[in-house]
T-cell receptor, first 115, second 113 residues
């Protein structure tokens, strides 16, 4: 079974520029998560989707971050404009049925450096 | 919400040494507990989990026991290998009824031949 796919793997931008990350979850997984992992810390949830609806985006900095999951499959996370403190690894994860406490499967992440 | 405190690293061990990485939690009720591992350049992978008190999760020679008396879920392995070098994260659901995960800060393990 194919895992969670993410692209790009690495991105370097200057502050105030915009950037977008893409995630393709495991086939059949209804729930999709975006996490931000700052160097030396554990991942922090940004947003959770159930199919194409948002379940929780309380920790998403909505003045600059946006995310969508059209058609309930692929998802895109955007930052506009980027700040230095956005430098981090952005992880996408998916799970089949969170109501049954099932495991989240993570992609390899996109490493973002903002200069 | 729930939280987890994890032993800070880095930890450096010789091959075949015994490993313990401490993890304690604060939670409402008795949520599932997880250990995730992140190998260099890769995403997080579930290493093991325990879904109720006194359960023991195990995988790849690693074990962790869900101890409600001490609110702990320490990760152990009897004989580490160079290939175990990675960052290990303890995690639990963020709150009652939530399946969002709250992670510890991670413990970097380096195993030297």
């Amino acid at each position: 079974e194919a895992g969670v796919a993410q692209s790009p793997r690495y991105k370097i931008i200057e502050k105030r520029q915009s950037v977008a990350f893409w995630c393709n979850p495991i086939s059949g997984h209804a729930t999709l998560y975006w996490y931000q992992q700052i160097l030396g810390q554990g991942p922090k949830l940004l947003i959770q989707f159930q199919n194409n609806g948002v379940v929780d985006d309380s920790q998403l900095p909505k003045d600059r971050f946006s995310a969508e999951r059209l058609k309930g499959v692929d998802s895109t996370l955007k930052i506009q404009p980027a700040k230095l403190e956005d430098s981090a690894v952005y992880l996408c994860a998916s799970s089949y049925n969170p109501d049954r406490g099932e495991t989240q499967y993570f992609g390899p992440g996109t490493r973002l450096l903002v200069l | 919400g729930n939280s987890v405190t994890q032993m800070e690293g880095p930890v450096t061990l010789s091959e075949e040494a015994f490993l313990t990485i401490n993890c304690t939690y604060t939670a409402t009720g008795y949520p599932s507990l997880f250990w995730y591992v992140q190998y260099p350049g890769e995403g997080l992978q579930l290493l093991l989990k325990a879904t109720k008190a006194d359960d023991k999760g195990s995988n790849k020679g690693f074990e962790a026991t869900y101890r409600k008396e001490t609110t702990s879920f320490h990760l152990e392995k009897g004989s580490v290998q160079v290939s175990d070098s990675a960052v290990y994260f303890c995690a639990l659901p963020s709150g009652a009824g939530s399946y969002q995960l709250t992670f510890g800060k991670g413990t970097k393990l380096s195993v030297i031949p």
